[in-house]
């Protein structure tokens, strides 16, 4: 769709994965997902785009605190993209929310060939990303996000994330057709969905899972639906089992739902085992 668009000028906004590993010193041991950003970063840049990356990297939950700057990102791009600039914008999300007006966006008149501009960790604003849906300070957070591109484009290609929760993954479609703007589907995430069409075609005949969080359970639920074979297994390994054993809802209705088709760890009665199949 946009192949044949010359984009100088024009705000691209890409939702990526940018959770990748952190030393304690900031080197990034290994860069996989960054570097699935090369096919969209490349698209844009030969067509004069200014990119704006946004993404998380770790979280905050019951207490603790994995999130890291995104600064460390700065030098990895600087160096993989030497031909144009590359900014980094420390302040711009904060506890305090969105922190960075779209005027603000430092565009130089010499960026012929685009630009990049990185926008602190996301997660940063918790509250404020992970607000309850349809409340104040979220909806104008997710909507101010949109504004840093004018009414551009939106191009969502973080796999890995697209079953969180969030404003920047949940509602940033919604804002950007709101502002008039457009919304695709990255290269990463196309080459993805291309690898399940054969799958969930035929119908997938086991799923093993772990892990209990509700961003990753909810989507389970609906793939077992859709896609679980009439003759379908699904494994659940020792921690969403001892959730179970608690009497996890969603996890329960899933196995009244598949009576007979759901497999849990033999040591799920014990809810201290953390052992994770997923």
């Known amino acids: ?40 970063i490349k698209f844009l840049l030969a067509r004069k785009a ?96 949109a504004e840093l591109t004018k009414g551009g484009i939106l191009i969502v290609d973080a796999f890995g994330d697209i079953g969180s929760k969030g404003a920047s993954i949940e509602d940033l479609p919604r804002h950007f057709k709101n502002m008039g703007g457009e919304v695709y589907a990255g290269p990463s995430m196309v080459k993805e969905f291309e690898k399940f069409g054969p799958v969930l075609e035929q119908g997938i005949d086991l799923i093993i899972f772990g892990g209990v969080k509700s961003d990753k359970i909810e989507p389970l639920v609906k793939i077992v639906d859709h896609t679980l074979s009439p003759d379908g297994r699904i494994l659940l390994g020792s921690a969403p089992s001892a959730a179970l054993g608690m009497g996890y809802s969603l996890l329960k209705n899933l196995v009244k739902d598949n009576l007979g088709r759901v497999l849990t760890a033999v040591d799920y009665s014990n809810s201290q085992n953390t052992f994770d199949i997923g």
């Not at 024009?10 to 997902?33: E, H, K, Q, Y």
């Not at 603790?64 to 030098?75: A, C, F, N, P, V």
């Open 1 to 40: 769709a946009l192949a044949d668009r010359d984009l100088k000028g024009v705000r691209v906004l890409i939702r990526s994965n940018l959770n990748v590993p952190m030393t304690g010193d900031g080197d990034i041991p290994d860069a996989t997902r960054l570097k699935e950003l090369d096919p969209i």
């Open 50 to 145: 200014d990119i704006i990356l946004l993404g998380h990297n770790g979280r905050l939950e019951d207490g603790k605190d994995s999130r890291k700057s995104l600064r460390r990102l700065l030098e990895y791009f600087q160096l993989r993209f030497h031909k144009v600039h590359v900014t980094f914008y420390e302040k711009s999300i904060t506890g305090e929310g969105l922190q960075l007006k779209p005027e603000k966006l430092v565009i130089h008149e010499l960026d012929e060939g685009g630009s990049i501009h990185i926008l602190q960790n996301v997660r940063f604003a918790d509250k404020f990303e992970n607000g309850k849906a349809g409340r104040g300070e979220r909806d104008a957070f997710g909507r101010g996000l």
